[in-house]
């Protein structure tokens, strides 16, 4: 197991920034050895050394923590940064989509010849330190023995320059949180995707709503973070969920049910919730799988935008594909809440969908001797 580290990176984006941001938090949040456990406040800053008609800044740090090495983590942040079609060109001030650079990397410090970790811009530029100081007031820059949130109080003229674009109280330093757990609540002067945000405010007019009202002012973030969790299904991988919890089999040819697994999802018809519970069995052939393991399968399916079809298939053919078994039957009973929520007599109706592979699907008796298992 590799070392894990903690670290913070500074984001900024002068080009389409109020749709870049958010995005490259996005693509953080989701990347698989990258763990983002706070995030800034949105900045605004001028372009440095750029003429005066330069367009300015959105700047932002995330703190966090990783498993990559130093120079993995800079490749990865320069991969992010060409997906997001970021082109580099020899004007190191050139306007851009996005720029990602580590800021720390644990209390590491190394000259890397055309970079330096941490990133000598901390102690001289504003626009690093103010959003680093709004994450990790508390880290030391290790040359000046100063922490993050005394560097930016040296900077006198910094609050002038970089701004916080809504009008927060600025740098009440708050405290290191671990999201070790996924939670819903907003946090103190938290901004989590603020372009999700404002949708969800666009939303909330549409409906009727008055989106400043008390009860409903972090109401946005909150569904942004709800909706993040939801549909985390579509950025993690097969590989990431099993995760080497599959066994030699050693000669077991006996049926293996797990069933009474709970599951959740959204129906993608209408983005209303489904639940209810799953029944997975195989004949395993040379390999078997740690039980747990199949209820993190059937969430890799459920956290997206599913039919409940499609989703009882999926289940079956990965299980066929990791184990390849002699057989696999799936049964999802699901209830579905645009059905529960409209309508009388439709309170109480269940959805039941099935998937056969192999002898499940072949022979009669297994099917039949899956499906007493699974009412029993
Ligand atoms: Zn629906």
């Known amino acids: 197991m590799a070392e894990i580290t903690p670290i913070a990176i500074s984001i900024g984006s002068n080009i389409d920034r109020e749709r870049c941001v958010p995005h490259a938090i996005r693509l953080l949040r989701r990347h698989q050895r990258i763990n983002i456990?706070?995030?800034?406040r949105v900045f605004r800053s001028q372009a440095v050394g750029g003429t005066d008609d330069a367009p300015e800044f959105h700047n932002?740090?995330?703190?966090?923590?990783?498993?990559?090495?130093?120079?993995?983590?800079?490749?990865?942040?320069?991969?992010l940064e060409e997906t997001m079609g970021r082109e580099r060109s020899d004007d190191k001030n050139a306007p851009r989509k996005i720029d990602l650079d580590i800021a720390y990397y644990g209390d590491l410090e190394k000259d890397f010849?055309?970079?330096?970790?941490?990133?000598?811009?901390?102690a001289t530029e504003p626009h690093v330190v103010v959003p680093l100081a709004d994450?990790?007031?508390?880290?030391?820059?290790?040359?000046?023995g100063m922490t993050s949130y005394e560097l930016l109080v040296n900077m006198p003229e910094s609050r002038e320059r970089v701004e916080p674009i809504m009008a927060i109280q600025l740098a009440t330093p708050h405290h290191h949180r671990h999201a070790s757990e996924f939670d819903f609540e907003a946090r103190e002067n938290e901004v989590y995707d603020p372009h999700f945000e404002?949708?969800?405010?666009?939303?909330?007019?549409?409906?009727?709503?008055?989106?400043?009202?008390?009860?409903?002012?972090?109401?946005?973030l909150r569904v942004a973070k709800a909706m993040d969790f939801l549909t985390s299904g579509y950025t993690r991988n097969?590989?990431?969920?099993?995760?080497?919890?599959i066994f030699d089999a050693e000669g077991a040819d006996e049926m293996v049910l797990v069933k009474d697994i709970e599951f959740y999802s959204l129906c993608e018809h209408h983005m209303l919730p489904f639940y209810g519970r799953a029944?997975?069995?195989?004949?395993?052939?040379?390999?078997?799988?740690?039980?747990?393991k199949i209820a993190r399968i059937i969430d890799l399916y459920g956290r997206r935008l599913q039919v409940q079809e499609r989703m009882t298939n999926q289940i079956a053919d990965t299980v066929t594909e990791i184990l390849e078994p002699h057989g696999v039957g799936v049964v999802l009973e699901g209830k579905h809440f645009c059905m529960m929520m409209r309508g009388v007599q439709k309170q109480d109706?269940?959805?039941?969908?099935s998937s056969m592979r192999g002898t499940f699907k072949s022979d009669a008796r297994t099917r039949q001797e899956f499906l007493d298992l699974v009412r029993s």
């Not at 097969?238 to 919890?245: I, Q, S």
């Open 37 to 40: 456990d706070v995030v800034s």
């Open 60 to 79: 932002v740090a995330v703190a966090g923590t990783t498993d990559l090495t130093p120079e993995e983590l800079r490749a990865e942040l320069r991969q």
């Open 113 to 122: 010849g055309d970079w330096a970790l941490p990133d000598p811009d901390i």
């Open 135 to 144: 994450v990790a007031p508390d880290w030391v820059h290790p040359e000046s």
């Open 198 to 220: 404002s949708l969800v405010q666009g939303m909330l007019v549409e409906v009727g709503e008055d989106p400043e009202r008390e009860g409903l002012a972090r109401t946005p």
């Open 238 to 245: 097969l590989e990431e969920v099993v995760n080497d919890a």
């Open 279 to 292: 029944a997975v069995a195989y004949l395993p052939n040379k390999n078997i799988i740690g039980l747990s």
């Open 349 to 353: 109706s269940s959805m039941i969908t």
